[in-house]
């Protein structure tokens, strides 16, 4: 079982970047993702998250308008389109997944984590 989180970079404020977490090993038809981030010295904190099917997805209030999250089941892909980014949107990225129908920001619940990639937006 493995996620593998990748697409993150430097980037300048009001920039975009877009993340994309590949899946392998697994069902993915039938997991949920969910996309975390982490900045240096503060807690793993749900950004937004996908359904298994792809239906509506849910965003953490400081996100919402500016990422929009996407899933590709046939290519057991799922993406976060990250725009108009702020030098608080900086930390490390990571994708989850769990074998449920709808998803959570509960970093707990998750069974699989990838590897985290970094976004660092500067001033």
């Known amino acids: 079982v493995q996620l593998q989180a990748y697409g993150g970079g430097l980037v300048q404020r009001g920039g975009s970047l877009r993340l994309s977490c590949t899946a392998s090993?697994?069902?993915?038809?039938?997991?949920?993702i969910g996309w975390f981030r982490q900045a240096p010295e503060k807690e793993r904190e749900g950004v937004s998250c996908t359904p298994n099917s792809g239906g509506t997805a849910y965003y953490v209030d400081s996100v919402k308008g500016r990422f929009t999250v996407s899933r590709d089941n046939a290519k057991k892909s799922v993406y976060l389109q990250l725009t108009s980014l702020k030098p608080e949107d900086t930390a490390v990225y990571y994708c989850?997944?769990?074998?449920?129908?709808?998803?959570?920001?509960?970093?707990?619940?998750?069974?699989?984590w990838g590897q985290g990639t970094l976004v660092t937006v500067s001033s």
């Open positions: 989850a997944a769990r074998r449920y129908y709808d998803c959570s920001f509960d970093r707990d619940w998750y069974e699989y």
């Open positions: 090993g697994f069902n993915f038809d039938y997991y949920a």
